[in-house]
């Protein structure tokens, strides 16, 4: 590949016939930030009518990740300080940027060789083609810092039909609340990557969707999953548990699941999670299972996160996630059985 800018933490140039959006902050695993939200929007902006430009691929500059979230430590700071209108800026300018992905009318294509986790699947999953690698993983793990699964993936994950072969609310339900970590298997079983290809042919796969055409480079390069998806295991008792439309519910199907190994498996992944996060994540995942656009589902997430963000468990979470790293957040309410779900009903408008 030719010459190209490389002070920018999203380089963002046209190769060709290819806009190319090159993440480009890897000491912060590529987290995107306000500067990184704008450089993306500016240029899809830029692109959408611009008839020289076919397709735009977003990959990253390094080998340490695909992106690893929201620079969610920023907007904890400026929340401790009193100034949420920030958050609520940043937030507002990424789930707009979330929807220009979703509406871009050619093809948007990710190239997932790493971590995917919260923002960075906000910038691939709502793409035409997710394309990953044996090194790519993914997850939604905002439960644990007092925050809600956004960025659209709560309205786009109930959508998504892989070689499963149908959407699965209670899936997208499952994967939100419990953080689970999707291999390349779960991801191409579940819908959340379309492609599969090798690692070491990263650069290459780019640079033939650059030359020639992603046709020409996906029949060259796209390879079948070498491995079983480990998720696809428990979809009867996900679909028999998930299924519903409040936490309430879900805990009784639990309760209920002669599987006790997968209860256990549910116990243990929602161990560390805020519970006010799963009552509220539930609540917004049964909204958006009839949102009948991702705008809508976006103004969802960010009415629920806007909530969360003004409770103390968002500070504590970051802070025992992110910045101290002890992993033993103090959260309030302390169970779920203290969590007033009406609240974030009522939010929701439900």
């Known amino acids: 590949m030719s010459s190209r800018p490389t002070e920018n933490l999203v380089n963002a140039f046209v190769r060709n016939s290819t806009g190319m959006l090159e993440l480009n902050r890897p000491r912060a695993l590529n987290s995107l930030n306000p500067e990184m939200v704008d450089t993306i929007t500016v240029a899809l902006d830029r692109w959408i009518d ?72 906000g910038i691939s999953l709502h793409g035409s083609h997710r394309v990953v690698t044996e090194k790519a993983y993914a997850a939604m793990p905002e439960m644990v810092i007092g925050f809600i699964p956004d ?75 070498d491995t079983e998806s480990e998720l696809a295991q428990y979809i009867d008792e996900i679909e028999q548990c998930f299924g519903f439309e409040t936490w309430a519910e879900i805990e009784q199907a639990l309760a209920q699941c002669e599987n006790r190994e997968f209860v256990a498996m549910v116990e243990q992944l929602v161990s560390a999670a805020n519970p006010a996060s799963i009552v509220a994540a539930v609540e917004l995942f049964a909204a958006n299972r009839y949102a009948e656009t991702v705008r809508k589902g976006l103004d969802n997430e960010f009415t629920i996160g806007s909530a969360l963000r003004r409770e103390p468990n968002f500070a504590e979470g970051v802070r025992a996630v992110l910045i101290d790293k002890d992993r033993n957040p103090t959260f309030t309410p302390a169970t779920i059985a203290e969590v007033d779900a009406q609240h974030y009903r009522t939010l929701l408008g439900r």
């Open 50 to 121: 611009d008839e020289s430009v076919h397709r735009v691929v977003v990959y990253s500059a390094s080998d340490r990740a695909f992106c690893a979230g929201g620079d969610v430590r920023t907007v904890r700071d400026e929340d401790i300080a009193g100034e949420h209108d920030a958050g609520d800026q940043f937030f507002n300018a990424e789930y707009e940027m979330n929807n220009d992905i979703a509406n871009f009318p050619k093809p948007y294509i990710a190239v997932i060789d790493g971590v995917a986790m919260g923002g960075g699947l």
């Open 151 to 225: 960025v659209g993936v709560s309205w786009m994950m109930q959508r998504m039909v892989g070689t499963l072969g149908r959407p699965s609310p209670a899936l997208a339900t499952f994967l939100g609340v419990t953080g689970w970590r999707l291999s390349p298997a779960d991801m191409i079983w579940s819908g959340m990557a379309t492609d599969y290809i090798h690692s070491s042919d990263v650069q290459d796969f780019i640079a033939m969707v650059v030359a020639e055409s992603l046709d020409e480079a996906l029949e060259r390069y796209a390879r079948d999953v």
